[in-house]
C-alpha cells in the first residue's frame, strides 16, 4: 500500500455520487473520472491520511478514501477527501491539490451507521497524530502547494 506514497496529485473537485457524505458530517470532496484514472492503477483501495489545499488556501490534514466507484459497477475506482477543517462554502469546480503521506487500513463494510462514523472519526484522529510526525509535517510546507500565479483565484 506504501509503495506509491508520497503521492501528489492535482484537480477539480466533482459531484460525488451522493452517498451523504456531509449528512454524516463528513464531506468528501470527489475527484473526476479523468484525475481518478491518472492514479497509479495498482494503487491499494482503502483509507490514507495527508495533506490538502482547495485553491490558494491555506494546507490542512485530509483523510482520504480510494474506493470502488459504484457507478460503474464497482470496475472502476473513486478518490474521496475529506479535508479536516471547516469551510465557510463548498468548494466544487475548485482545484484541490493534494499529498497522500500513509496507509490507515483497507476498505471495509460496517453493520451500522454508528459503526461506520466512529470508524471514520478513528480515521481522522490516526491522521492527526501521524501528520503531527516531523517527517510527515515536512510535507506541508512542500513547494507543490505554491500554485503558479493568476491560475486559481478563489481564496478560503
Ligand atoms: P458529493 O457526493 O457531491 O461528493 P459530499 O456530501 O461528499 O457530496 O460533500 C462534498 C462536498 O462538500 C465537497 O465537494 C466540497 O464542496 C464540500 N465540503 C465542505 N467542507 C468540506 C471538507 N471539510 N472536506 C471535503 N469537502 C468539503
Ligand atoms: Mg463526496
New binding site residues.
Given amino acids: 500500500a506504501m509503495k506509491h506514497l508520497p503521492y501528489f496529485c492535482r484537480g477539480e473537485?466533482?459531484?460525488?455520487?451522493?452517498?451523504?457524505?456531509?449528512?454524516l458530517g463528513i464531506?468528501?470532496?470527489?475527484f473526476s473520472e479523468q484525475v481518478v484514472e491518472s492514479f497509479p492503477p495498482d494503487i491499494s483501495t482503502g483509507i490514507y491520511y495527508g495533506w490538502a489545499c482547495v485553491g490558494n488556501g491555506d494546507v490542512h490534514k485530509?483523510v482520504l478514501s480510494i474506493g470502488w466507484n459504484p457507478f460503474y459497477r464497482n470496475t472502476k475506482k473513486s478518490v474521496?477527501?475529506?479535508?479536516?477543517?471547516?469551510?465557510k462554502e463548498?468548494?466544487?469546480g475548485e482545484i484541490l491539490s493534494i499529498v497522500i503521506v500513509g496507509y490507515i487500513r483497507p476498505e471495509r463494510n460496517f453493520d451500522s451507521l454508528e459503526a461506520l462514523i466512529s470508524a471514520i472519526q478513528e480515521d481522522i484522529e490516526e491522521a492527526k497524530r501521524q501528520l503531527d510526525l516531523p517527517e510527515h509535517l515536512k510535507l506541508k510546507e512542500d513547494n507543490f502547494f505554491h500554485l503558479p500565479e493568476g491560475k486559481i483565484v478563489n481564496h478560503h
Fill in positions: 473537485v466533482v459531484k460525488g455520487f451522493g452517498r451523504g457524505s456531509k449528512e464531506p468528501t470532496a470527489n485530509m474521496e477527501t475529506h479535508v479536516i477543517h471547516t469551510f463548498d468548494f466544487y
